[in-house]
């Protein structure tokens, strides 16, 4: 039996990346899995991986920088597998820019889909995480069980990043929530931490001379692969494995934390 047997997951930005392996890590685990993302055809994908494995996955379209779309994910999270015991806030972008080159469109889109939807995720949650908990606690003193709620930050909201105000502004936010909310949610049960990953293979760290909004130099990468103490690039399973590790019952007594998943980056607080 694995150890998310009978847990209701929701993952957003599923659809690709760290978002896509924590979806099926979950599922792996026993969870039943919403795979959000904006971009449906890897949604879909991601749901087939699950699906294909053995487990069970639902797919949700929702870009949730809008807070209605939000509550209706939610809603349809519920209305598929009848209740939310995890959220995984995953969805983020980059738009690279140094400061003095932003404008308030670079500013607010990052700031939007690395923090805007992880607000309103987590509040269109709350009525089905924080309401049914007090309704348990009401009922028999205690919550059923912990639920969790993680995000995923990055190192650089520790270190700074030249070229990535917009990001590290949102991510920095994201330290300060996942403290915020662990105070205010940890009576009730829920435990509320984040992972800050180091520098993992994704499109987003893709080598910019591909082409595309995304993506850095490849000069910063190898600068970046020569950082790292473990001597490779982070998978998106390394990141996975921790919010896996975060929202089952052995990190029960983790909360307001962010660990840093980084193969021992220098600089990088881990
Ligand atoms: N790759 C890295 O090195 C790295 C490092 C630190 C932090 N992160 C963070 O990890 C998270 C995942 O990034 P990734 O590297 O897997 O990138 P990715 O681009 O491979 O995956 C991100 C997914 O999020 C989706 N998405 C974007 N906006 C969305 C929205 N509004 N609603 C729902 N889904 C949306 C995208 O369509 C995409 O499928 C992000 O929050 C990112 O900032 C990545």
Avoid: C, W
Avoid at 201 to 216: D, F, N, Q, S, Y
Wanted: zero cysteines; proline letters at 3%; glycine letters at 12%.
């Amino acid at each position: 039996m694995g150890r998310l047997q009978d847990r209701v997951a929701l993952v957003t930005g599923a659809g690709r990346g760290i978002g896509r392996a924590t979806a099926l890590r979950l599922a792996a685990d026993g969870a039943r899995v919403v795979v959000n993302d904006v971009d449906a055809e890897p949604a879909h994908e991601t749901a087939e991986l699950i699906t294909a494995a053995g487990g069970e996955a639902a797919v949700g379209i929702f870009d949730t920088v809008d807070l209605a779309a939000a509550r209706e994910l939610v809603v349809t999270t519920v209305e598929r597998f009848g209740k939310l015991d995890i959220l995984v806030n995953n969805a983020g972008i980059t738009r690279d820019k140094m400061f003095h080159n932003l404008d308030d469109e670079l500013f607010s889109t990052v700031l939007d889909v690395n923090l805007g939807t992880a607000f309103h995720t987590t509040l269109a949650a709350m009525p089905y995480m924080r309401e049914v908990a007090k309704a348990e606690i009401a009922a028999d003193g205690h919550p059923a069980y912990h639920r969790k709620i993680t995000f995923t930050s990055s190192v650089v909201a520790f270190t700074g990043n030249p070229g990535q105000y917009n990001y590290t502004a949102a991510k920095g936010a994201i330290l300060a929530t996942t403290k915020t909310l662990a105070r205010e949610l940890g009576p009730f049960g829920i435990n509320v931490n984040a992972v800050a990953p180091g520098f993992v293979e994704t499109r987003l760290t893709a080598a910019k001379e591909a082409g595309g909004a995304l993506g850095i130099p490849e000069a910063h990468r190898q600068m970046s692969l020569a950082m790292i103490a473990l001597g490779r690039f982070g998978q998106p399973e390394d990141i996975a494995n921790v919010h896996a590790f975060l929202v089952s019952s052995d990190a029960d007594f983790i909360s307001g934390v962010t660990i840093p998943v980084t193969g021992g980056q220098f600089g990088g607080m881990g």
